[in-house]
Antibody, heavy 121, light 111 residues
Framework: EVQLLESGGGLVQPGGSLRLSCAAS????????MSWVRQAPGKGLEWVSA????????YYADSVKGRFTISRDNSKNTLYLQMNSLRAEDTAVYYC??????????????WGRGTLVTVSS | QSVLTQPPSASGTPGQRVTISCSGS????????VNWYQQLPGTAPKLLIY???QRPSGVPDRFSGSKSGTSASLAISGLQSEDEADYYC????????????FGGGTKLTVL
């Protein structure tokens, strides 16, 4: 079955760190870029970060640049998001998404169920 | 404030045709393709339309997308109760170094 399964969310204090994981199955993981998209409670979608299929290129939203690091282990079919210096405004459900490229542009054709990150003291 | 502008709400009765607009600028919709996502209550988003007007396998042909200049639209014909959801447009933005930008979302209510 083609699916993405996120894990690693939870409650963390401001300034703390958390690492999210996304386990992929049912497709050739290394052939696709992958991305993280988040959704604050009651709010819309916000793109966070993306990584190429090889892992050689990474991209970040300005809101997380310098604090979050995206990576992947193609031998384990797993995507990661290391989140440091967390702020209250990082509170959200974090989705991982498969990102095929068409004409040089990503879109997200498979989404996980999400994992909730709550940043609060 | 979202980079792409969508109406916060839309509504229609069963069987009706509704459209949802998405307005951007020359750096996003004006020069890149538009994708649409559907988010049913309490669930993850799902790809509805990609590359302006392409439907993934399994998406009914009641859903269609179009783009003109710096604006895009999602049309839903033969509205059904199960179409009640939040709809988001998205596009790559050239001014943001590879960032994808989303619209604020439109909540569609089936009356």
């Amino acid at each position: 079955e083609v699916q993405l399964l996120e894990s690693g969310g939870g409650l963390v204090q401001p300034g703390g760190s958390l690492r999210l994981s996304c386990a992929a199955s049912g497709f050739t993981f290394s052939s696709y870029a992958m991305s993280w998209v988040r959704q604050a409670p009651g709010k819309g979608l916000e793109w966070v970060s993306a990584i190429s299929g090889s892992g050689g290129s990474t991209y970040y939203a300005d809101s997380v640049k310098g604090r979050f690091t995206i990576s992947r282990d193609n031998s384990k079919n797993t995507l990661y998001l290391q989140m440091n210096s967390l702020r209250a405004e990082d509170t959200a459900v974090y989705y991982c998404a498969k990102a095929p490229v068409v004409k040089g542009y990503w879109y997200f054709d498979l989404w996980g169920r999400g994992t909730l990150v709550t940043v609060s003291s | 404030q979202s980079v792409l502008t969508q109406p916060p709400s839309a509504s229609g009765t069963p069987g009706q045709r509704v459209t949802i607009s998405c307005s951007g600028s020359s750096s996003n919709i004006g020069s890149n393709t538009v994708n649409w996502y559907q988010q049913l209550p309490g669930t993850a988003p799902k790809l509805l339309i990609y590359s302006n007007n392409q439907r993934p396998s399994g998406v009914p042909d009641r859903f269609s997308g179009s783009k003109s200049g710096t604006s895009a639209s999602l049309a839903i014909s033969g509205l059904q109760s199960e179409d009640e959801a939040d709809y988001y447009c998205a596009a790559w933005d050239d001014s943001l170094n590879g960032n994808v930008v989303f619209g604020g979302g439109t909540k569609l209510t089936v009356l």
